[in-house]
């Protein structure tokens, strides 16, 4: 894709359009390899903060240049907390499942919040988002992080509370790869192309680029 903007690793060589009406993003490129030629994405890599500075990055400018794109659709793969879940899901809540601060004065105000809630276009079935650190591949991680969220990711959460922080709008869409436990080491970069494609479905759903 011509139009992609490759921040991971040396973004500042690479961001070079900041006129997106809607900036797609991915963190790695296959997941996005089957949105048009020419579609604006900006590939940050993998984990909350390659996809936190890459974005604050192309924003920061972007708002310099007074052309702060209207909404920002983060699209990537996920593994599925609660068993049945497949296809892609769009997010309406995510949490920051590796932050762990136990709070005994008032220094919570300095934190991001715990939750962020993402308002939703109604197009696709919606489910909460576990973002982290770390692929989750075993049944005990899996089952914790499941009473609170049925997906997670590394990235949804930085890209959800970089866009708060510019008040930019966000979509975040998620399709399932993995079933996030002992079966998942292994399997992700297989599952790929089938994700692709029905990200970009998803995109063509919710009216964020055009049907072929």
Known sequence: MDATLNAYPNASEALDNYAAEILFVAAVDKEAAALPEGTPLLVTGIGTLPAAMALTEYLTVARE??????????????????????????????????FKLDILTDIDRYLLPKVIEIPVNGNHPVQGLATGDMFISDTHTRERLAQDSGLCDMEGYAIAAVCQRFGVPVTLLKQVSDPANESSVGTWDDALPRAAHELHEACVKSGFIAAH
């Open 65 to 98: 240049e007074g052309t702060l794109p209207r909404r920002v659709v983060n699209i990537g793969t996920v593994g599925a907390l609660r068993d049945g879940l497949d296809g892609v899901y769009e997010i309406d809540r995510v949490t920051k499942h590796d």
